[in-house]
């Protein structure tokens, strides 16, 4: 990653515009606001960033690409529109009639922020920015696991020829879907000018994506790096570590590019909450409430084995926790779980579904209990006691990031119908409020906002 830089903060030149067309309303003089737009592939995503748009002198427009996609995403887009009620500022493609060139000339962005580097949308968005000087940006929008191989395909092996069949029409879907979008926009950069007509390149890039996704995404070959050369400006991290897989891993693609340590986006709303409602001490009987974090893969949805697997370990970590002297159990679904998926496996369990969007029940509860969610590290960051649930029935990621490796936690054996050595540990918990000492984190959206106002 040549010339890279380390900073604590950014800037990047104010650009002379007239009107902004969309605008979060927060109040401000538009003359004084600066446009930050949000591309990403699905509708949930805007929940990530929607701290954006409080932010003084700032107009967030988050564009999301659901109505294209095909295959089981489409599906989960139709649970999606019924399940959020999305703010003014969020707008789907094809209100821009799916043209890049329209989207920036209608919006006008001071800058380009996407949470995800490894999507066909986001590296794409980012060469169309490129290519008009719009100075782009790079928060995750959580704690990626960064593997160095794809996970492997054991579902896929022990399948018969009727399984593998069946799993090979379930992609189809979705390489058409890669396919159409790949060389929609790939002309379209040629029609406007913002790429040159390299077929051959192209080509070789659209084969990766498509018989290689696992390389194309996180480990690109020389052609895919060259073909998004230099994407992005500044690279928002909660470890300035990280910066590192990407010049090992993304190498192009990251050229140049200032490395900025923040914190994750979760941080942004731990602390603006806490900052507006601080969090007090409270006189307590029991326990109080066990908090579990869902973190699952795409495939849970539509696999009727995987969601009756679901939950049933819900019903028995629930279970656990209240013999262990809690409460009850508090279930967070992701933001990406259509939501008839999150009452079917939590029905049986009588766990309470929080989907607010505070934090105000993970600072209240006494016990968090969950795989690898990047939530978690908000629960260390609390300093809550912490239990890590493991299954062999189900695909799940085991903690892989720091200081969640590190930190003292509880192991469940969901396969046990009753695990008595978790249940002793939980039981013997002292429960009590930890003092908390935030001074030290840093606000990755009032970073961006910072660097954007200049």
């Given at each position: ?96 009639d799916y043209d890049f060139k329209r989207l920036f000339e209608q919006i006008r962005p001071d800058a380009l922020l996407v949470t995800s580097l490894h999507h066909i949308e986001d590296r794409t968005a980012l060469r169309f ?253 609390l300093r809550k006691p912490i239990a890590i649930w493991t299954t062999r029935r189900i695909k799940i990621d085991l903690p892989y990031y720091e200081p969640l490796i590190s930190y003292p936690k509880i192991a469940i054996d ?41």
């Amino acid at each position: 990653m040549a010339a890279r830089r380390k900073t604590d903060a950014g800037t990047s030149s104010p650009r002379d515009k007239g009107d902004i067309v969309f605008s979060a309303e927060t109040g401000h003089e538009k003359a004084l606001t600066k446009t930050i737009l949000v591309f990403d592939c699905w509708l949930p995503g805007f929940t990530y960033v929607a701290e954006l748009a409080n932010e003084p002198g700032i107009s967030l427009v988050f564009v999301h690409t659901s109505s294209m996609q095909t295959g089981e995403p489409a599906k989960e887009y139709r649970s999606f529109r019924k399940q959020y009620d999305a703010p003014s500022w969020v707008h789907d493609f094809s209100e821009f009639d799916y043209d890049f060139k329209r989207l920036f000339e209608q919006i006008r962005p001071d800058a380009l922020l996407v949470t995800s580097l490894h999507h066909i949308e986001d590296r794409t968005a980012l060469r169309f920015a490129k290519s008009r000087n719009v100075p782009t940006y790079f928060i995750p929008h959580g704690i990626f696991l960064l593997r160095d191989s794809p996970p492997p395909a054991e579902g896929i092996k022990k399948k018969g020829i009727p399984g593998k069949l069946a799993t090979l029409f379930s992609k189809l879907p979705r390489v058409a879907y890669y396919t159409r979008f790949f060389w929609k926009f790939h002309f379209q950069m040629v029609r406007s000018g913002s790429r040159k007509n390299d077929f051959r390149r192209a080509l070789q890039v659209y084969r990766t994506l498509i018989a290689d996704y696992f390389s194309w995404q996180w480990h690109p070959n020389e052609a895919v790096q060259q073909y998004y050369r230099a994407s992005i400006d500044t690279l928002i991290l909660y470890d300035a570590s990280i910066a590192d897989y990407f010049e090992a891993n993304f190498g192009a693609i990251t050229s140049g590019a200032t490395v900025v340590e923040s914190g994750t986006l979760d941080v942004t709303r731990l602390l603006r909450q806490l900052h507006d409602t601080p969090h007090t001490r409270r006189t307590r009987q029991g326990k109080g409430q066990a908090y579990f974090i869902s973190s699952p893969y795409p495939e849970y949805f539509s696999d009727r084995d995987s969601r009756r697997a679901c939950a049933e370990i819900l019903a028995r970590l629930a279970a656990l926790v209240r013999e262990a002297g809690f409460d009850n159990l508090i279930y967070r679904p992701h933001p990406g779980e259509p939501a008839e998926f999150t009452a079917e496996i939590s029905r049986a369990s009588g766990a309470e579904i929080d989907t607010n969007r505070s934090f105000t029940r993970l600072v209240e509860a006494n016990l968090v209990i969950g795989t690898s969610s990047s939530l978690l590290y908000s629960a260390v960051l609390l300093r809550k006691p912490i239990a890590i649930w493991t299954t062999r029935r189900i695909k799940i990621d085991l903690p892989y990031y720091e200081p969640l490796i590190s930190y003292p936690k509880i192991a469940i054996d969901a396969d046990e119908p009753r695990d008595e050595g978790a249940l002793a540990q939980l039981s013997a918990l002292e429960i009590g409020d930890a003092e908390l000492d935030l001074s030290g984190l840093k606000d990755p959206i009032a970073d961006l906002a910072r660097m954007v106002r200049g």
